[in-house]
């Protein structure tokens, strides 16, 4: 008999997302609903999560909160997990980038912080998580980027997805223990507020979060380490 259907049932499972107020986190949480996931949407923007937290329904939990801040984020899967029941994965997306690329015209106040968001954010989100994530071996999922995985002369911000790179590996490793998963998400350049001017022909939000689904949604013999997205242009 094909069990599959038990294998793909999403329900009640709950998914917490990091800068989830707009871009790739918010087209994650409106794709994780879909499926019938509850979501957990964490951004310092309060306006913008109760916004989206009205269009999901009652599937979406909004709970602002700084992604710098460890205790803040303990704070908000917790009352994630009292809503819910438990948690079943969590999307470490926050990120920023610089005003200025290079070494010498770089601002080190900007460097600082943009590590705060890009490294400790994301450390913050899977020492949060990783408690609640054993209990049900879970997923991790962290977003990456193309300026990860090759080298760009000077490019501090694609140091920074070169930790997230690393640390995802280390991770999926580390996650065998209990039986979870970890995948890193990693797009090029994708049509969002991260960028002042519209870009049109690259990936969009809802690219990326297709990838983010396929790697939840996969059966769990099946670790995705990695989804890598180009633009087609």
Known sequence: MNNDSEVH?????????????????????????????????????EDKLATLAAELGAQAHALPGDVTDLHSQQAAIAALVDRTGGLDAAFANAGMGLSAAGTEP??????????RVNVLGVLWTVKAAMPHLKDRRGHLLLTGSAAGRRHIAGSVYGASKWFVHGYGGNLSEEMKAFGGRCTIIAPGMVDTPFFDEPKPDKL??????????????????????EVFLMPTR
Request: charged share 20%.
């Open 106 to 115: 770089g601002d080190p106040g900007e460097w600082e912080r943009m590590i």
């Open 204 to 225: 969009h939000p809802e690219d990326v979060a297709r990838a983010v689904i396929h790697a939840l949604e996969a059966d769990p013999r099946c670790a995705v380490n």
């Open 9 to 45: 049932d999403v329900s009640g499972k709950t998914i917490f997302i990091t800068g989830a107020s707009s871009g790739i986190g918010a087209a994650t949480a409106r794709a994780a609903v879909a499926q019938g996931w509850q979501v957990g949407l964490f951004a310092r923007s």
